[in-house]
């Protein structure tokens, strides 16, 4: 899932991270009911979402007396803005101002990302501005395990994320004292490289008095879309399709979601990596790439592969059928992932292209099958819809978006594809997505500078974006993707309603 993009900033900054103990952090749910959001909802806050004329003043400190992880009651909740102070230079709440339009454009956000095998860091500013992005890729992991290992993964981002983060503040050529908040992904992903970037997150935000954000990855994926594609606006559609996703979701607004299919075992993704392990391609690369430049040389109807699902009237994904019929033709052809494509016979070589590109045929003509009958569904609900979003490290596959690119237009709808820097795993995503959420005034406020080293993070491995339309609930749904946690629109949800019931 990623891309790029780059600018530069007139602010300069020298600075040094100070690092704080290992073991920190609260879980949210401790002091509100699984009901509840992650996110503080201040109700004067919606002003700054249909008036955004308030100017970010920068270098000042957040003071609240609101308990860390409270809802603010009706009566004290403050309008936030940045205003100067003459002595400590402590962020302060003030009344909003008109005849500046700025605000939105001025906030500054750090995004932190490490769900998965990518550690990744941006800088964004309110007007889509990327100022900075730094990935560090763990693709020498990828080739050595044959795919993501959890424990390897979380020491590779404990390496390098100290140096990741101060690398999109230096290309930024900002400090913390510049930003408006940090965002980070808390989920849904790996939970010890997610426990990565949430610590780190923290220390930033506890040293500098930051508001914080707790983004969902997914969510992310869909609304970077709105970054790059300024036409893009609610209601729309959107595919997420990476190694441990397929998600079908209609986009009603930010924050509320329904999701109408997703996978019910293994994502496309996941069907990729292990077809190109078993092909014995460079999986330095990533399994998607990899397959994608092999099928160029085969034939993609020489091996005849069921497409799955065909029987199911549902809007739902599986590939673990798909890549069983891959192993078993790859065994057929007496095909030795051991010995890589680079010494492979000419005989050898053309087998393993036909297996690629036929695999690959069936595998995207599953995720045509069920986005058309998603758009259908969608329109039903939402008849103004008027995009498809394509987003996730697998729509970043030309062969992908230029079939699901005809099904779209078949539908009279426009295909929203975020460059392939901005598919995969990113901090841009991130970055842009705690935009969007902390402009309406969902954020946590600053954590404590230091805490406690029994401290338990708020990660959310398995965590729901939407709600399932009915028509797209399936009985094949395996047991271990019960939820954890309440999906992010049901959360939202219920934040909205009791801000209703205290006003």
Request: proline share 6%.
């Amino acid at each position: 899932m990623q891309s790029q993009c780059k600018s530069s900033s007139p602010h300069s900054s020298n600075f040094r991270v100070s690092l704080f103990r290992s073991g920190e952090m609260v879980r949210l749910f401790l002091t509100l009911s699984p009901a509840i959001s992650r996110f503080n909802i201040y109700p004067g806050i919606s002003i700054l979402a249909t008036n955004p004329s308030l100017r970010l003043q920068k270098h000042h400190q957040l003071k609240t007396k609101t308990p860390a992880f409270s809802l603010i009651p009706p009566s004290s909740s403050p309008n936030f803005q940045r205003t100067p102070s003459n002595s400590t230079g402590t962020r302060t709440f003030s009344s909003p101002k008109s005849g500046n339009s700025s605000f939105g454009d001025n906030l500054v956000v750090l995004g932190i990302e490490t769900s998965c095998d990518d550690t990744a860091a941006a800088v964004v500013r309110g007007n889509g501005e990327v100022l900075s992005q730094v990935i560090s890729s763990q693709a020498d992991l990828l080739a050595q395990y044959g795919g993501v290992a959890p424990k390897q993964a979380e020491e590779a981002h404990s390496r390098v994320i100290d140096k990741v983060v101060q690398d999109a503040l230096d290309r930024a050529n900002l400090s913390e004292k510049d930003l408006s908040a940090v965002a980070v992904t808390i989920g849904p992903g790996l939970s010890l490289c997610l426990r990565v970037g949430v610590r780190k997150a923290r220390r930033v935000a506890g040293e500098f008095n930051l508001p914080m954000v707790g983004v969902h990855h997914m969510e992310a994926h869909a609304l970077v879309a709105r970054l790059v594609e300024q036409e893009l606006s609610f209601p729309f559609m959107a595919l997420l399709i990476s190694g441990g996703h397929n998600l079908l979701v209609l986009a009603h607004k930010l924050g509320q979601y329904t999701q109408l299919g997703t996978t019910v075992d293994d994502a496309i993704g996941e069907a990729f990596d292990k077809t190109a392990k078993w092909l014995g391609l460079d999986m330095r690369r990533s399994g998607g790439p990899a397959v994608e430049e092999l099928a160029l040389e085969g034939d993609a109807k020489s091996v005849k592969f069921n497409v799955p699902m065909k029987n199911h009237k549902d809007c739902n994904f599986s590939y673990a059928g798909l890549k069983t019929q891959v192993r078993l033709a790859i065994e057929a052809k007496d095909i030795d992932c051991k010995h890589p494509l680079s010494s492979a016979t000419n005989e050898d070589r053309r087998n393993r292209a036909d297996i690629a590109a036929s695999f690959q045929r069936v595998a995207v003509l599953h995720l045509e099958e069920k986005c058309e009958r998603a758009i259908d569904w969608a329109l039903e609900l939402e008849p103004s819809i008027k995009h498809m979003v394509v987003s996730g490290g697998v729509a970043s596959n030309k062969y992908v978006r230029l079939r699901l690119n005809n099904i779209v237009k078949n539908k009279e709808l426009k295909l929203v594809c975020p460059p392939p820097s901005l598919c995969t795993d990113n901090g841009v995503m991130v970055a842009w997505t705690g935009l969007e959420h902390f402009r309406v005034g969902r954020y946590d406020p600053p954590p404590p500078a230091i805490e406690p080293e029994d401290y338990v993070y708020d990660l959310r491995p398995r965590w729901p974006l939407g709600e399932e339309y009915a028509k797209g609930r399936s009985d094949a749904r395996s047991m271990r993707t019960a939820r954890i946690h309440p999906s992010l629109t049901s959360i939202i949800r219920a934040d909205s309603l009791q801000q209703q019931t205290q006003t």
